[in-house]
């Protein structure tokens, strides 16, 4: 077996400040599914999954906010961005800046904030 072939998926764990908060938000506003929490009421780890992707949320305590934690990017490769992002502008997840656009870099994408400040870029490549 090649060593690149050991690779099969990533599963980043994104710092969260309320698991539960997370949960509503990337289930009711982003269209992912839970698919574990390690308390039923009260979870301080969870994972959600859309399609191939997969994401760890992890409680993190108030206490560690307070210095500034580096907020992670995520980047999802897509199909077609713009039924997402018509998706998603009926779910008040944008902020001010938010547009979809065709980049230097030759994608279509649109980015946001989760409720923690995490990033979330979504793209495809553009057909040029």
Known sequence: MRASEQFLSV???LAVK????????YINKLGFEATFAD???HPTYAGIVRGNVEIHLQWHDASEWEHGIDRPMLRFFIINTE????????KDVFHEHTKLRETAWN???FAFYDLDKNGLTFYENCKR
């Open 11 to 13: 599963h980043p764990v």
């Open 18 to 25: 309320d698991v539960l908060q997370s949960l509503d938000f």
């Open 39 to 41: 308390h039923r009421t």
């Open 83 to 90: 039924a997402l992002f018509d998706e998603y502008k009926t």
């Open 107 to 109: 994608t279509k994408e």
